[in-house]
């Protein structure tokens, strides 16, 4: 099944601070000319410029004593500091009173910077004094900060999840609510579902992750290239800590499908006869007695090589109905778990199938969970009952397509079924007793987890790409949906197609 990639911009829009802190001259009113400040504003400003010209031409300059001024040589005055002090005063007086002249201009400061997002109206200011856009009062004189279309008192400028002032240059923006960007981080930035750490940036600053298209967890994207195991039934891939039971042919199953796992060919029987009863109450009752049998993976791939007929379109065969005689190697008892949760201590033995009709045995993958082998093999079923009722050859889109219907029909019976439903088949009370210990063939009350299980192989074969089980499926359901299970089969009988 494929997965989804997300990509995701990495930290929504970020703000930037025009410097750390302003002073007094940060200061965001409309630009006002000198005229029209008030004439004590004028007076204090010349008053200004004039004293410190005044100081500049009176230092350095020479002092005469008017008694000896015709007897005496021209003696200095000697200021106490030393020279680099004068020197530093001087500059210190022409830089207050550069300071003073341009402030005439009262110019706006540097606006903050976004990547995205939409600003809000201005905030109201009154003449003259500044308004805090967080606590709604005058800021007054000293450091302030300009951002975010407003004025803020330092310690009014909050993260929105901490709540703490933000001093950092450098802030991340979601909703037009500034963060801190390791709070933005905490609270925005997908974590690994595997690794439980934060899903790194791609080459081009995005956060690129794969996603499970039913269970919707995240992962970084190396764990489809580092051996991160995922389960064979459910497909999920489990936190880094979490234990799989290994199967002897290489696949992984999670402790929660193992829960309902059924593992050999007795253990399946009443599960067996339940689907023969779902077929009977459709009437469609296969009358031949068919043997079923569970395997490993080498012996279903060694039968379906041995098979002439039949459609094999999946990644991975899980079942499949013979047709012809051969010697097929059957799990007959249940393995047991040993060390490094590996199943060991597994008993096959082989089986001779004869051929008594056209069909000469089911054969159904071990190790899957209940309602993922019920399923196969009600869709297993679904062909033997076609080739019994002497169905011409079709062609791979309707065969497959009309026995993923009946998968379908079955899962969606059971769910219901277990949610408390009448639907409910009666198949356990007569069934032949079951000598396994397992409660995974028995009807009742199913865990969450088995229902959202039952969810997800329907979604399966609701999502399937494939021309034949797919796209066969989904003309086959609306058939059905539209005239009903006979008339669509006896159509298929006629024309080899479904109806429209």
């Known amino acids: 099944m494929d997965w989804w990639t997300n990509v995701l911009e990495g930290s929504s829009s970020r703000g930037h601070y025009p410097g750390r802190y302003g002073e007094d001259r940060y200061w965001d009113e409309p630009r006002r000319s000198v005229d029209d400040l008030s004439n004590f504003d004028n007076e204090e400003i010349e008053y200004a410029i004039a004293l410190s010209l005044s100081e500049?031409?009176?230092?350095?300059?020479?002092?005469?004593?008017?008694?000896?001024?015709?007897?005496?040589?021209?003696e200095y005055y000697k200021p106490h500091q030393p020279e680099e002090d004068v020197t530093a005063q001087l500059e210190e007086d022409e830089h207050l009173a550069k300071a003073i002249q341009e402030s005439l201009s009262?110019?706006?400061?540097?606006?903050?910077?976004?990547?995205?997002?939409?600003?809000?109206?201005?905030?109201?200011?009154?003449?003259?004094?500044?308004?805090?856009?967080?606590?709604?009062?005058?800021?007054?004189?000293?450091?302030?900060?300009?951002?975010?279309?407003?004025?803020?008192?330092?310690?009014?400028?909050?993260?929105?999840?901490?709540?703490?002032?933000?001093?950092?240059y450098e802030f991340s923006m979601s909703g037009n609510r500034p963060y801190h960007k390791s709070c933005y981080r905490k609270q925005h930035h997908p974590r690994c579902d595997v690794c439980n750490k934060f899903i790194p940036t791609n080459s081009a600053g995005l956060i690129e992750y794969?996603?499970?298209?039913?269970?919707?967890?995240?992962?970084?994207?190396?764990?489809e290239r580092d051996m991160t195991p995922r389960c064979c039934s459910c497909e999920r891939m489990e936190p880094r800590d979490t234990r799989y039971i290994s199967l002897d042919d290489?696949?992984?199953?999670?402790?929660?499908?193992?829960?309902?796992?059924?593992?050999?060919?007795?253990?399946?029987?009443?599960?067996?006869?339940?689907?023969?009863?779902?077929?009977?109450?459709?009437?469609?009752?296969?009358?031949?007695?068919?043997?079923?049998?569970?395997?490993?993976?080498?012996?279903?791939?060694?039968?379906?090589?041995?098979?002439?007929?039949?459609?094999?379109?999946?990644?991975?065969?899980?079942?499949?109905?013979?047709?012809?005689?051969?010697?097929?190697?059957?799990?007959?008892?249940?393995?047991?778990?040993?060390?490094?949760?590996?199943?060991?201590?597994?008993?096959t033995e082989p089986y001779r199938l004869s051929r008594r009709c056209e069909v000469t045995a089911i054969l159904i993958l071990y190790g899957l969970p209940r309602l993922l082998t019920g399923s196969i093999l009600a869709h297993e079923m679904m062909h033997a009952w076609l080739r019994l009722q002497g169905y011409p050859n079709l062609r791979p889109e309707v065969e497959e397509g009309i026995c993923q219907v009946l998968a379908h029909m079955w899962l969606d019976a059971e769910i219901y079924s277990s949610s408390g439903g009448e639907g409910a088949s009666s198949s356990s009370s007569s069934s032949p007793p079951s000598s396994s210990s397992s409660t995974s063939s028995k009807k009742g009350p199913r865990s969450d987890f088995e229902k959202k299980l039952g969810e997800f192989f329907k979604h399966q074969i609701e999502s399937d790409t494939s021309p034949a089980y797919g796209e066969g499926f989904r003309i086959g359901n609306q058939a059905v949906l539209k005239y009903g299970l006979r008339r669509t089969l006896d159509h298929i009988q006629m024309t080899g197609t479904f109806p429209v």
């Open 210 to 223: 794969r996603a499970h298209p039913f269970w919707l967890q995240k992962y970084c994207p190396s764990h």
């Open 56 to 74: 500049e031409d009176q230092k350095g300059k020479k002092v005469i004593d008017e008694d000896n001024e015709s007897e005496q040589s021209e």
């Open 250 to 347: 290489g696949r992984k199953l999670c402790l929660e499908c193992l829960d309902s796992a059924i593992m050999d060919t007795h253990e399946c029987q009443p599960l067996y006869f339940e689907i023969r009863e779902f077929y009977e109450g459709l009437n469609m009752k296969v009358k031949q007695e068919i043997p079923l049998l569970l395997v490993e993976r080498t012996a279903l791939n060694e039968a379906m090589e041995g098979e002439k007929n039949g459609h094999h379109h999946l990644p991975e065969t899980r079942g499949l109905c013979l047709s012809e005689e051969q010697t097929v190697t059957t799990v007959l008892r249940r393995p047991r778990i040993g060390a490094g949760y590996r199943f060991i201590d597994i008993r």
């Open 106 to 168: 009262l110019e706006s400061p540097p606006r903050a910077q976004y990547d995205g997002g939409n600003l809000g109206p201005p905030y109201p200011f009154s003449s003259g004094y500044r308004i805090c856009a967080g606590c709604n009062t005058e800021i007054g004189h000293g450091q302030f900060l300009s951002c975010m279309g407003g004025v803020w008192h330092p310690d009014c400028f909050c993260c929105n999840a901490c709540n703490l002032p933000i001093t950092d």
